[in-house]
């Protein structure tokens, strides 16, 4: 492919052009060298991948780095990419693997920074209107979901607090869609008994205890 073919492929791969193009179609691009078509993709997928990332990673800086690491390894991989799947779930699933490899080599929690401050994902319940008792309660939570089994707290983190449907998330952590149900239902059961038993007799409902469906 010469320069001037290569350029014109990426002049016909803006994604300020064409921003409705589907994934299908620009991992194609990008696999016969175009670098306008990735970088489509990054954008895309930028800002909710680093949300995700931040979900397990206190510092900004190193959620970033695990962020820039999931595309470079995307790009390394597209040639590995069954095209008749999607794309999301393929690159979540190396970002989410990526980000507990990462804690995993450290023998650290990837659960102390759970539930993020950024407004309308935040939990707790904002009836609760005084900001002390809403970090009390944040704090509660943290301790509570720190001691559910890392297979379930993953599980619960994509479905209730980013919203992955089951079969996303099956994709994502390469499990049926049966096993992801069972280990949501399980992870909430987990978190409310827990709950209730850190509360005891104090009548303080779990946050998210509204009832999220699966």
């Known amino acids: 492919m010469t320069a001037r073919s290569a350029a014109a492929r990426d002049r016909t791969w803006d994604v300020t052009r064409e921003p409705q193009t589907s994934d ?5 691009a990008a696999r016969a060298g ?12 930028e800002r909710r ?3 995700v990332i931040s979900r397990f990673v206190r510092d900004p800086d190193t959620a970033e780095d695990l962020a820039q690491e999931t595309f470079l390894r995307v790009y ?16 979540f699933r190396i970002g989410v693997n ?4 990462h804690f995993r080599r450290r023998k650290r929690r990837i659960w102390g920074w759970l539930f993020s401050d950024r407004g309308e994902d935040q939990w707790p319940d904002p009836a609760v209107s005084d900001p ?12 509570v979901v720190s001691q559910i089994a890392e297979k379930y707290r993953v599980v619960m983190i994509l ?10 998330i099956a994709a994502i952590l390469n499990r049926r869609e049966a096993t992801i149900r069972w280990r949501l239902a399980e992870a909430r059961l987990r978190f409310q008994q827990l709950w209730e038993a850190r509360m ?13 469906g699966s």
């Open 76 to 91: 390394e991989r597209l040639d590995q990419f069954d095209s008749s799947r999607r794309f999301g779930p393929w690159l």
């Open 132 to 143: 002390r008792q809403a970090q009390d309660l944040q704090q509660e939570v943290q301790a």
């Open 34 to 45: 175009s670098q306008a078509a990735f970088g489509a993709l990054v954008q895309r997928y």
């Open 24 to 28: 299908a179609r620009l991992v194609e």
């Open 49 to 51: 991948l680093l949300r």
């Open 159 to 168: 479905r209730d607090l980013e919203n992955f449907s089951t079969s996303e």
């Open 98 to 101: 990526l980000t507990l490899d």
């Open 200 to 212: 005891g007799s104090s009548g303080v409902a779990a946050p998210g205890s509204g009832g999220r």
